[in-house]
């Protein structure tokens, strides 16, 4: 399934803890895309989160919602993950590495090509003319996909998923 963010305004997390302290795993704000992403989210067995490049990083539409998607959801781990941006000219290696950081932090395996996720273009059939970008992009598809069989063979098979431990937290202000 495809997830569009849409285009209405996104807002940030302001921080306030409601969907850790409620229980709900659902964001206080209800006026957005985040919470029917959340509810979908259960359902899945990966995800491909994309951006363009804003000045030399994710949209602020799509680090808006994925703050809030990923702070209040959970059930994240071992479900492959894969950032794929898109760009004119530069910015592309920092916006993946940006994406990818909210699948590190949450025990997702991330899901690679040959390349970085990566295509330029400033239009779809720009984007068409890049062949090695597009290349990637094929690569990707297979290999998530090759990572979700491998995964649900391994439980038919009786392989279980690592035990996930108890996060401990260090304050680095003493």
Same mark, same amino acid.
Request: net charge positive.
């Given at each position: 399934?495809?997830?569009?963010?849409?285009?209405?305004?996104?807002?940030?997390?302001?921080?306030?803890?409601?969907?850790?302290?409620?229980?709900?795993?659902?964001?206080?704000?209800?006026?957005?895309?985040?919470?029917?992403?959340?509810?979908?989210?259960?359902?899945?067995?990966?995800?491909?989160?994309?951006?363009?490049?804003?000045?030399? =990083?994710?949209?602020? @539409?799509? +680090?808006?919602?994925?703050?809030?998607?990923?702070?209040?959801? /959970?059930?994240?781990?071992? &479900?492959?993950?894969?950032?794929?941006?898109?760009?004119?000219?530069?910015?592309?290696?920092?916006?993946?590495?940006?994406?990818?950081?909210?699948?590190?932090?949450?025990?997702?395996?991330?899901?690679?090509?040959?390349?970085?996720?990566?295509?330029?273009?400033?239009?779809?059939?720009?984007?068409?003319?890049?062949?090695? =970008?597009?290349?990637? @992009?094929? +690569?990707?598809?297979?290999?998530?996909?090759?990572?979700?069989? /491998?995964?649900?063979?391994? &439980?038919?098979?009786?392989?279980?998923?690592?035990?996930?431990?108890?996060?401990?937290?260090?304050?680095?202000?003493?």
């Amino acid at each position: 399934e495809i997830f569009h963010v849409g285009k209405a305004p996104i807002r940030g997390c302001m921080g306030c803890g409601h969907c850790y302290k409620s229980g709900s795993e659902r964001c206080v704000f209800n006026d957005d895309t985040v919470n029917i992403a959340l509810e979908k989210a259960k359902d899945v067995d990966g995800f491909i989160f994309g951006s363009p490049v804003h000045y030399a =990083g994710a949209s602020g @539409m799509i +680090t808006s919602f994925l703050d809030r998607f990923f702070y209040a959801g /959970s059930g994240f781990e071992y &479900k492959p993950g894969a950032a794929i941006v898109s760009c004119r000219r530069g910015g592309s290696s920092a916006t993946f590495d940006q994406l990818n950081k909210y699948f590190t932090i949450s025990n997702m395996p991330i899901v690679s090509s040959q390349y970085w996720n990566m295509v330029h273009g400033n239009t779809p059939e720009e984007v068409k003319q890049d062949l090695e =970008g597009m290349q990637t @992009m094929r +690569t990707l598809g297979k290999n998530m996909a090759w990572l979700l069989k /491998s995964i649900e063979t391994g &439980k038919k098979a009786g392989i279980s998923l690592p035990k996930k431990e108890e996060k401990l937290r260090t304050n680095f202000i003493r």
